[in-house]
């Protein structure tokens, strides 16, 4: 039973690019959760998603950050114009219900140039 | 607004001996989890163990234990027999009750981490 898959596992990107990372969830679950470790911190709640809503971004940054979770196929993290202060871990955890323990994927570390 | 915090930023521990590391968290839930997590040099995040803030006994998980006092709002981890590979950072988080009735559903607030090093 595979557990949370994000990909890639590192990501290089220069000031200005796009970053998307990508969160499959466990099977069977449906609901996702995207959280950011900044270096030397906790970690701070982004969005959560159903599959094809958006939930609660109250954690997103106003602009150029955005989330999704199609019908089909992966839940994806979109960074636009990265900036150097967007380097950080982005773990995404996913559970079958909101009331249900979340499980971490192993994170992507983002490092912008 | 909930809050975690950790006020040790490091703690050292000698192999096979007991550690705790601290937790207090502030909330106006009246219904809330508590969680920790280990995140080894790795990067991954481990879940370790879980309290209920109506439950009524500590919970324990192998050698974790979780000391719950709710009167003072803390959720200290005891490891006991320390191993080596318990050098990992350790977050304590919290979330309100998903069937409470509020609207955070189920997100997960951390505090900063305790790295913790056990020595040989």
């Known amino acids: 039973n595979a557990g949370v898959m994000q990909n890639p596992r590192h990501l290089v990107r220069r000031r200005g690019q796009e970053a998307r990372l990508r969160c499959s969830p466990m099977k069977g679950h449906s609901h996702v959760y995207w959280y950011r470790q900044l270096p030397e911190e906790g970690l701070k709640f982004m969005v959560y998603?159903?599959?094809?809503?958006?939930?609660?971004e109250s954690g997103m940054p106003k602009e150029r950050f955005s989330a999704e979770f199609p019908k089909e196929g992966p839940s994806i993290l979109r960074i636009q114009q990265v900036v150097r202060g967007d380097s950080a871990a982005y773990f995404c955890?996913?559970?079958?219900?909101?009331?249900?323990?979340?499980?971490f994927g192993p994170g992507t570390r983002l490092t912008v140039t | 607004a909930q809050k975690i915090t950790q006020t040790q930023p490091g703690m050292f521990v000698q192999e096979k001996e007991a550690v705790t590391l601290d937790c207090t968290y502030d909330?106006?839930?009246?219904?809330?989890?508590l969680f920790w997590y280990k995140q080894p040099s790795s990067g991954e995040m481990i879940f370790l163990i879980y309290q209920g803030s109506y439950d009524q006994q500590n919970a324990t998980e192998g050698r974790y234990s979780l000391n719950f006092q709710k009167a003072r709002k803390s959720a200290n981890l005891v490891i006991s027999a320390s191993q080596l590979g318990d050098s990992a950072m350790y977050f304590c988080?919290?979330?309100?009750?998903?069937?409470?009735?509020?609207?955070?559903?189920?997100?997960?607030?951390f505090g900063q981490g305790t790295i913790l090093t056990v020595h040989p």
């Open positions: 988080a919290m979330r309100e009750d998903p069937n409470a009735g509020g609207t955070s559903y189920g997100k997960l607030t």
């Open positions: 955890a996913s559970s079958r219900g909101y009331s249900y323990e979340q499980y």
């Open positions: 998603l159903q599959k094809e809503n958006i939930i609660d």
């Open positions: 909330t106006s839930d009246p219904s809330y989890g």
